[in-house]
């Protein structure tokens, strides 16, 4: 009897030992997978946050490199408009206007940065977590941004105001132009006039003058003082180099020299008057042409 019921103890004994045990394995497989899941969960966490430090460093170093493009061609820009000694050197529209295109060029990539710019600091702005580095790092760049459009805008500024300069000294090239152009032109104006010699002197083109007996002797004809210039025709004279007149040539007022020009008739009552030497002809700038 006594046997029976030691033998029942121990078997209590064991089945209780061996629920403690299965309790106890229980609680370790729990944890071990509230650990792992723990475990997991950091893992996705780290990779995620090295994911978006990844990424906001590229859009970081994408601005820098855009950055950096603006400048080097700013900087190009810069020695297009100035001469070696800062004088303006843009006097062509074409180039004034390629530049203004680079100048717009460069300020729509600054544009387009301040948006990343934007988007950067809206997403740090909205991390769980706050990263001081990449915070500081997107406000010196935003100052860098800042800085860069600052000096486009001074660029496309002073480019602009080149427009007013060169404007006005293309006014004034323009101005001389045309004085030059109406010196030259009087310069290169000569006058004559053809008729028969009393018509000329009826019209106060010529006149008799010196001679003696009452002008009956010795008498030359010569060119009224203060002749009418709307009387005669104008011609170039360094183009023109014959006249055509109706009748025959008796004489040729003022007087020049037979070197420096020729007289030939043509059919008819025709006849042509050509200057052989235009520079000393035309010295008198005045030429009355008496025809028979």
Known sequence: MKTTIAVGLALGVILLVGCEDNARTADLEKEVVRME????????DIEARDKYIDEVMQAVNLVYKDLEKAKSKEATLKQKTQGVEGQPVLSSEQIRQSVLDQISAIGSSLTENRKRLAGLQSRLKASDVKYA??????QNLKQTLEQREQSVAMLEAQVKGLEGTVAEKAQVIVEKENVIADQ?????????????????????IISDEGGFLWGL????????????????????WTKDQTIHV????????????GEFFAVAQV?????DLTITRPDKFWQEKFLVVVVD
Do not use: C, W
């Open 267 to 271: 059919e008819g009552n025709r006849g």
């Open 184 to 204: 030259r032109n009087r310069l290169n104006t000569a006058y004559y006039v053809v008729g028969k010699r009393d018509e000329l002197k009826k019209k106060g």
């Open 37 to 44: 899941g723990q475990s997991l969960a950091l893992r996705q």
């Open 246 to 257: 109706e009748g025959k040539v008796v004489e040729i007022i003022p007087k020049r020299s």
């Open 133 to 138: 580095s990449l915070e500081e790092m997107v």
């Open 217 to 236: 002797v010795g008498t030359t004809t010569v060119l009224s003082s203060g002749v009418d210039q709307t009387q005669f025709t104008t011609v170039d």
